[in-house]
């Protein structure tokens, strides 16, 4: 891991900016997490807090041309890959200005203009789906990477393997990413997998990989820009298993009977953004006014965001039938189902 | 005209699909060296290589989510999956990605994506290799689902579903396969959206899709013998259903019968008799009947298949009840 190139820009403005990103998603969410209880968001919402480095760190390393594969729990995602927190906010409220037309809400969130082909909210469901976007891509001739986001929970269904296996069979340019929150929502990994090193999975079919600091955006970047790098030369998949932790519950409907606040507390010494301000303090790059500065923004960013939603329409009932198959031409419109 | 197979028919429809447009191609289980499970694609790793018919390992959910993916970022793919039996290892990609990604993305994105399987019974290939599960996929908004029963069908679907925006599942009857007929040589794309009356009559409507058409005209041969008119309808699309031609056809004979492979509860074979039911209640001389596979997994032996399966002879006597209770 030590060629030049590798290296990530770690000027000021960048280290500033991965700080300034992970900041945003974690108070996008709190400020999700708080308006649930104000029950303007409903269904499930799955927080990713904690989790940021990983977003953060990953997207450094794609281009718009590359393709995004996410989970239920991609609001992180969603935000680092470019979808404004407007868009994003109003699909949490299910208003018509969101992502997804307000039609999937927090687990849904689809946008075409920066390739964010879903949110998926079946565990492994987006893998075949990202093996089947880097297949599209390369059989048209694009030297374009699809980054795919799963948990380690998704290791154990059968999707995971299969589609794996066929991205390696079929040199396909995908990058997964295990993002290993240690839990499969109540289950520890120890209890779910007979193999609790995942690389292993990806060696057993012929996919290079390796195990990241998750808490850490810097060690994500870099790792995900050589991997990506692997990816784009070789034309094969990648695999990175990036160890993590989730610090809230796995929805809001959890009451987090199967881990200890220890050790909750234990990982929380590691929060990613804690982590990086400190080492950017330390480096002298991080300025006295710099923090309480980017938390005024990113509230502003996100009270616009909750207003922007508030003031966003429903869709009308009318609609309610509109794309569930494109519009047909007159001589369909009497037989819709 | 030229005479020829609903096999050659499936595999002119691959061929001349593949040659009009580089977006498609095709994948599935042996599709390429083996030539199809049914001999469907034989011929066609030869002429388009192996970019374009992609044998794929036996992963269901992998290779069919593939080609959901491939729709979704600009490709026309054609999926085969072997038999409907083992599109259930599938079934989460079809239901949850598939039928669902234009709605839940608010109309961003489409699945462009074709899903060819065998269905049926009749071969004694007993229980896992002989189901009939048309209607769970017309359960699902967001699909369509078509059954060519036909050489022209199994010709002329293929195109138009291609050029649907939305996923099409195409359900070929494994023993519609060695059918002989003729075909018009400039045969090419069909609708996919109509039924069609097969037969004319005047005193009864068989409704039926895919091998089953051909029992309902067999069965009216029969019934004809007895001056008994029977009209047949080849229901051609299950998703959706062209209640329009059911109706006026239902409305003229005011007596049907439904003819359906799958088991009786929750059939296509009861969405039928409701809608008829529903919309054309008063015009109805006799209830709704219907001939479905015996509540059983399909048991090995020929005189037990038979005996589970639709057969003419039970069309004919459910005919025959219809016109004794009420004529």
């Known amino acids: ?54 977003a953060v760190g990953v997207m450094q390393a794609l281009t718009p041309a590359d393709a995004v594969v996410a989970t239920y729990r991609e609001h992180g995602h969603a935000l680092a890959r470019g979808i404004s927190v407007r868009a994003l906010m109003a699909e949490m409220y299910g208003k018509v200005e969101g992502t997804s037309r307000g039609r999937g809400g927090s687990m849904h969130v689809f946008d075409a203009a920066t390739r964010f082909y879903g949110g998926n909210a079946i565990v492994a469901g987006g893998m075949p789906l990202a093996v089947g976007v880097a ?51 109540g289950t520890a990994i120890e209890r779910a997998q007979a193999q609790t090193d995942l690389v292993k999975h990806a060696e057993g079919y012929a996919i290079p990989g390796e195990t990241v600091d998750g808490m850490d955006v810097v060690a994500v970047e870099v790792a995900a820009r050589r991997a990506v790098a692997t990816v784009r030369q070789a034309g094969r998949p990648y695999f990175l298993e990036n160890q993590t932790y989730r610090f809230r519950a796995h929805s ?15 990982w929380k010494k590691k929060d990613p953004i804690t982590h990086l301000a400190n080492r950017l303090e330390s480096a002298g790059f991080l300025h006295r006014d710099d923090l309480p500065r980017l938390a005024a923004e990113i509230e502003a960013e996100v009270e616009d965001g909750v207003a922007y939603a508030e003031a966003g329409r429903w869709e009308p009932v009318e609609d309610l039938g509109k794309d569930v198959v494109a519009p047909r031409g007159a001589g369909r419109a009497g037989v819709a189902a | 005209m030229s005479a020829t197979t609903y096999r050659e028919a499936v595999r002119m429809a691959l061929r001349d699909a593949l040659r009009r447009d580089q977006r498609v191609f095709l994948m599935g289980e042996d599709v390429g060296r083996y030539g199809g499970s049914y001999a469907c694609s034989k011929g066609l790793l030869e002429e388009f290589g192996p970019e374009r018919i992609r044998d794929t390992p ?28 083992f599109s259930l290892l599938a079934l989460d ?14 109309g961003q994105f489409g699945v ?80 996919i959206d109509r039924a069609a009356v097969r037969r004319v009559g005047r005193d009864v409507t068989l ?118 209770a009420h004529g």
Not at chain 1, 19 to 47: D, V
Not at chain 2, 66 to 83: D, K, S
Not at chain 2, 147 to 172: K, N, S
């Open chain 2, 93 to 106: 990609q079809i239901v949850n990605n598939a039928a669902t990604i234009r709605h839940m993305s608010g």
């Open chain 2, 58 to 85: 036996l992963s269901e959910s992998a290779f069919v989510g593939a080609g959901i993916g491939a729709a979704l970022a600009g490709m026309r793919p054609i999926v085969e999956i072997m038999t409907v039996n």
């Open chain 2, 207 to 324: 409704i039926a899709f895919g091998a089953n058409v051909h029992k309902a005209l067999a069965a009216a041969q029969e019934l004809e013998r007895v001056r008994v008119g029977a009209e047949v309808i080849d229901l051609r699309s299950l998703r959706p259903l062209d209640d329009a031609t059911i109706l006026a056809s239902v409305r003229k004979t005011r007596r049907a019968v439904v003819v359906d492979e799958a088991w009786r509860s929750g059939s296509l074979a009861a969405e039928i008799s409701a809608r008829i039911m529903e919309q054309a209640f008063y015009d109805l001389d006799a209830p709704v009947g219907r001939v479905c596979t015996e509540e059983v997994p399909i048991p090995y032996p020929k005189h037990l298949e038979e005996a589970a399966l639709p057969q003419p002879a039970k069309i004919v006597v459910a005919v025959e009840a219809l016109l004794g």
């Open chain 1, 252 to 266: 809001m409907y959890d009451p987090e009977l199967y881990r200890s606040k220890a050790e909750v507390e234990e």
């Open chain 1, 135 to 185: 297949l599209a891509d390369k059989m048209r001739g694009a030297e374009s990477v699809t980054a795919c986001f799963f948990g380690d929970g998704a290791a154990a269904e059968g999707a995971f393997h299969e589609s794996l296996n066929l991205a390696a069979l079929w040199n396909l340019p995908v990058l997964f990413i295990c993002e290993n929150n240690r839990y499969a929502m």
């Open chain 1, 1 to 54: 891991m030590t060629g030049r190139k590798d290296k990530p820009h770690l000027d000021r403005n960048h280290a500033v900016f991965l700080l300034k990103e992970m900041m945003r998603i974690r108070r996008f969410e709190e400020r999700c997490a708080e308006l649930y209880g104000a029950t303007k968001i409903r269904g499930f919402l799955h927080l990713y807090i904690g989790e940021e480095a990983n």
């Open chain 2, 112 to 191: 462009p994506l074709v899903i060819r399987m065998a269905t049926g019974a009749g071969r004694q290939v007993a229980a896992q290799h002989s189901h009939s599960l048309e209607c769970w996929y017309a359960h699902i908004p967001g699909i369509r689902v078509v059954a060519p029963a036909t050489i022209e069908d199994a010709r002329g679907m293929l195109q138009t579903a291609l050029d649907d925006p939305d996923p099409v599942v195409i359900f070929e009857h494994a023993m519609l396969y060695g059918m002989e007929g003729e075909l018009a040589d400039d045969a090419g794309a069909v609708d």
